[in-house]
């Protein structure tokens, strides 16, 4: 959980400094007493005393905020840092995440983003076998052809490091997949997300049916309507007497 990703990050080979903005609702989380006993934290009603470990400054913000979107775009116009990373709390990043996606950035200055690849924590049934085979086989699948062809590829809600600049102009819908939605916006404004895939971050999968069929249903819900509020405008954008944009 929390735990395991704060110290995936605490442990990134990155020499310079990163700050982790842990995003709560309020102090009232079930992750607060493990961050408290594991980070020697002191919780109280305002904010809490940042932790440093190494060149890793852990923040811990209570936005009073519920989705995941609210929680973003009340905290992202602040940031003064060049580069911003998203990831979801079931996440455990490899150690040369931020490192390699920098790196992307800076060879490349015309890009906006760098997606890492998305890999299972747990394959230990059928039902996290089948989730992990749509959801990281088929997502690095479409990755590899993206990067063949030299398109851009998709950010997927999180494992993706942007430039700061870039999030501050694109704030996130409200949206059931935010993460399309933006994808979408960045493609038609010729905003290009790299892919990362040697290095990227490892999660937590659909544990039985019913939760895969919950989480495939609301995905397919906030897709279709993403698709659909995108369409005149990507039917706007095919071949004419101008250029043209590869979906």
């Known amino acids: 959980g929390l735990i395991n990703c704060l110290e995936s990050l605490v442990h990134q080979k990155y020499a310079g400094p990163i700050t982790v903005k842990v995003l709560l609702k309020d102090f009232q989380d079930t992750a607060v007493p493990l961050l408290e006993k594991k980070f020697d934290l002191a919780f109280g009603q305002g904010a809490v005393r940042p932790k440093i470990v190494g060149n890793v400054t852990?923040?811990?913000?209570?936005?009073?905020?519920?989705?995941?979107?609210?929680?973003?775009?009340?905290?992202?116009?602040?940031?003064?840092?060049?580069y911003t990373a998203i990831l979801d709390a079931d996440h455990v990043a490899d150690t040369g995440w931020i490192r390699g996606s920098v790196a992307k950035l800076e060879q490349d200055q015309t890009a906006h983003a760098v997606q890492a690849i998305r890999r299972p924590l747990s394959l230990s049934n059928l039902f996290q076998m089948w989730d992990s085979a749509q959801n990281h086989i088929g997502n690095e699948l479409l990755n590899k052809l993206?990067?063949?062809?030299?398109?851009?590829?998709?950010f997927t809600g999180t494992s993706c490091l942007f430039r700061t600049a870039t999030l501050k102009t694109h704030p996130f819908s409200d949206c059931i997949t935010e993460d399309t939605d933006l994808s979408y916006d960045m493609v038609l404004r010729r905003e290009r997300i790299l892919h990362l895939a040697d290095q990227g971050t490892r999660e937590e999968v659909?544990?039985?049916?019913?939760?895969?069929?919950?989480?495939?249903?609301?995905?397919?819900?906030?897709?279709n309507r993403t698709f659909f509020g995108h369409l005149w405008r990507i039917v706007a954008s095919c071949p004419g007497f101008g250029t043209r944009i590869k979906l």
């Open 58 to 82: 852990i923040e811990i913000l209570a936005t009073g905020q519920g989705p995941k979107r609210d929680r973003l775009n009340q905290v992202i116009p602040s940031l003064t840092s060049v």
């Open 146 to 154: 993206y990067r063949i062809f030299g398109q851009s590829t998709f």
């Open 206 to 223: 659909a544990p039985d049916f019913f939760s895969y069929i919950a989480r495939r249903r609301r995905w397919s819900n906030g897709h």
